[in-house]
């Protein structure tokens, strides 16, 4: 399948195509609590004090995430299975499906990404672009970005503060500056996002005329 490049980054793609043999969903419920605390008052048994503070019930939190397995026979007639998270796909036994994954060199995740459906004419991005652009750090907003930019212009508040002797001019200039590279990163990312989307959709289309 057609590789992804961008800046001297690699993004190779692989995929295998074979019929369904068994297909299973599953949703575990995660329970979990937050804050908690809080104030109590009362004398100490005895009559030797007395004490004061604050209780609170903690929060209780649940999140439900949908486990999808499914077995396939590939073309060679070796049997595979799959496992998704985040994922609920119709499959019916007996269907014949192309799954695509994405690879880069450095990253150690290799994630599906694609799922066709040849029979029901239909295809699934198990991941969308920007979440692939995130799993594969192509072009990331990090804070390790930020504190470079935050350096350069402690740097230029410092030079025109001293050259122009006015720290609100200094400071002005260098807002302008951050703002400027903040919304020049942003372009990059959503441009690059944009291609990904593309390429996705066009992996897709390949796979329904070649498998």
């Known amino acids: 399948m057609e590789n992804f490049s961008y800046r001297g980054k690699v993004v190779k793609f692989w995929r295998i195509t074979g019929e ?91 994630p599906y990404i694609i799922l066709v459906n040849h029979n029901a004419n239909r ?8 979440t692939l652009n995130q799993r594969l750090e192509l072009e990331m907003l990090t804070g390790k970005s930020l504190f470079k930019n935050i350096a350069i212009i402690s740097a230029i508040l410092v030079a025109i503060t001293y050259i122009t002797d006015s720290f609100l001019y200094g400071f002005g200039s260098a807002g302008i500056f951050i703002v400027y590279k903040w919304m020049a990163k942003l372009n990059k990312v959503n441009g690059l996002c944009d291609m990904l989307k593309k390429h996705l959709e066009n992996l897709a289309q390949f796979a329904y005329k070649n498998y």
């Open 123 to 130: 295809h699934w991005f198990i991941l969308n672009n920007r």
């Open 20 to 110: 369904v043999l068994a297909s299973d969903k599953r949703t575990e419920t995660h329970v979990y609590s937050s804050g908690g605390g809080g104030n109590i008052e009362g004398n100490i048994t005895g009559g030797y004090g007395y004490v004061s503070g604050h209780i609170s019930a903690p929060k209780i939190h649940s999140e439900s995430i949908t486990s999808q397995e499914f077995w396939i026979k590939t073309e060679d007639g070796t049997e595979r299975s799959v496992q998704l998270y985040n994922s609920d796909i119709p499959l019916r036994i007996g269907q014949k499906i192309t799954l695509i994954w994405a690879d880069r060199e450095g990253i150690k995740n290799r």
